[in-house]
């Protein structure tokens, strides 16, 4: 089967590595919205235009499911995007759940886009945990801008996370919940900044369990080279300078998997 993978940029790539290392008889399409990015700072209406002229380019290319890699393009538009289309849809949910399961009456950090943290689904789920004592909300807008750029551990990168998670009492926490695709490429220089005793958690795994049971997909050891198309908001990529881009990304992406 075809699966289409959607993101504002190419944050969706965390969820598609994973995806290319556990589905050994899927062929991919990877559609990063790169006119668009970054979505956290717009409106939830102007990403739900975004995001609906996306899947009207993505339901004409023959898949049978969509991934929506992206947490905030989740949050404005899945339930839209399930009313309009048929096929199956799955989106991200930050992994809060996952986080109070393993470490139960901790503290967790949710760091996403402001669209996320401001938005009825992240808060309709942390009273559906009974976990509002227990979470704390962080929008991280700049990482976005700063992983479009390839830019990973500069100082202002380092500068950035400092300060942003300066305010936290982190001996009451157990772990940072990664609630943006696009926050994968930093563990290392979060892990940097953190005490050692916080964990990283991201959906991935999730919405990947959620894409198998619906499409009914078979689960094994993924294909060395499986097949991709990358799509720049619906311009075929072929320039190998681009895919070198990609394939960078995808590298990162290696390093940052076994950081926990
Ligand atoms: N990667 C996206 C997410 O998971 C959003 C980044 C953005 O475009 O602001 O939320």
Not at 45 to 72: H, M, P, R, S, W
Not at 101 to 111: A, F, S
Not at 211 to 226: D, S, W
Request: some cysteine.
């Amino acid at each position: 089967m075809k699966i289409a993978f959607f993101d504002s940029g190419i944050g969706g790539l965390s969820v598609l590595h994973h995806a290319m290392k556990i589905l050994p008889d899927e062929e991919f399409i990877f559609f990063a919205d790169e006119d668009n990015v970054p979505y956290g700072v717009k409106s939830r209406e102007q990403v739900l235009g975004y995001v609906d002229a996306a899947f009207k380019f993505l339901t004409a290319q023959n898949v049978g499911a969509i991934v929506v890699a992206c947490n905030t393009a989740t949050s404005a538009a899945v339930r839209a995007m399930r009313e309009k289309y048929s096929l199956p849809i799955v989106g991200m949910e930050p992994a809060i759940k996952l986080a109070l399961d393993l470490y139960p009456n901790r503290k967790v950090l949710v760091t996403a886009t402001e669209i996320t943290i401001r938005g009825e689904k992240i808060h309709k789920l942390i009273n559906r945990l009974h976990a509002k004592n227990l979470v704390n909300l962080r929008a991280l807008p700049k990482l976005v801008d700063f992983a479009e750029r390839q830019e990973f551990h500069s100082d202002a990168v380092e500068n950035y996370l400092r300060e942003e998670f300066a305010p936290y009492d982190w001996e009451n926490f157990s772990s940072v919940v990664l609630g943006c695709t696009h926050f994968n490429y930093f563990k290392d220089t979060m892990k940097k900044i953190l005490p050692a005793q916080i964990k990283f958690l991201d959906g991935n795994a999730g919405t990947l369990n959620q894409l198998v049971r619906l499409a009914n997909l078979r689960v094994g050891e993924g294909k060395k080279n499986p097949p991709v198309e990358y799509f720049y908001s619906g311009r075929r990529v072929t320039s190998s300078e681009e895919l070198a881009r990609l394939e960078s990304y995808l590298r990162r992406l290696d390093e940052m998997e076994v950081i926990i």
